[in-house]
C-alpha cells in the first residue's frame, strides 16, 4: 500500500531507537517529520542529521516530532545517535517495509554498477494521521528549514 497526499498512512509497524515503537496511529495527535536517508556515517546523511538536531528545538516549539529512517540495523543507529547526540530516535527498517511503502527505494548507479538505494526523501504527516507534504530525491543544503517552514505553515493553518 502506497501512501498518498492529504489521506491516511497506511498501517505500518517499526521499531526506533531507545526502544521507541512507531506506527501509523502512534503519534496521532502530533505533527511528525519522517525523513529518510541512505546509510548512517555517510557524508550527506551526516550533514542531513546534524541540520535536523541544530533546528531540533525550532521543530518541537512548533509542535513537530522528528524521527529519521534507513535500513541500518539498531546496532548501528545507536552508534550514530551517539555520536552526533541526535535528540531524535531513528527507525531501523532493516526489511525496507516502511522504505517500499513510502516509495523511497530506488535503482542508483553508483561506481558504474545498478544497485537499489535510498532516496534521500523526507515526508510531514499532520496532527491527523495523513501525509501532508513530501519531499522526494532532494538536496540537503536549505532542506531543514524548508521543512521547518511547512510545519510552521501547518501549525498555523490548524
Known sequence: MAIVLNKPLPEFEANATSGLKVSNISHVGQTVVLFFYP????????????????????????????????????????????????????????????????????????????????ERSTFLIGADGTLKQEWRGLKVPGHVEEVLQAVNDLKKAG
Open 39 to 118: 546509510k548512517d556515517n555517510t557524508p550527506g546523511c551526516t550533514t542531513e542529521a546534524m541540520q535536523f538536531r541544530d533546528k531540533y528545538k525550532d521543530f518541537v516549539k512548533a509542535g513537530a516530532m522528528v524521527l529519521g529512517v534507513s535500513r541500518d540495523n539498531m546496532k548501528s543507529h545507536d552508534d550514530f545517535k551517539a555520536k552526533l547526540e541526535l535528540p531524535f530516535e531513528l527507525i531501523a527498517d532493516t526489511e525496507e517495509k516502511m522504505c517500499h511503502m513510502f516509495g523511497v527505494v530506488k535503482n542508483k548507479i553508483m561506481y558504474g554498477k545498478k544497485v537499489k538505494g535510498i
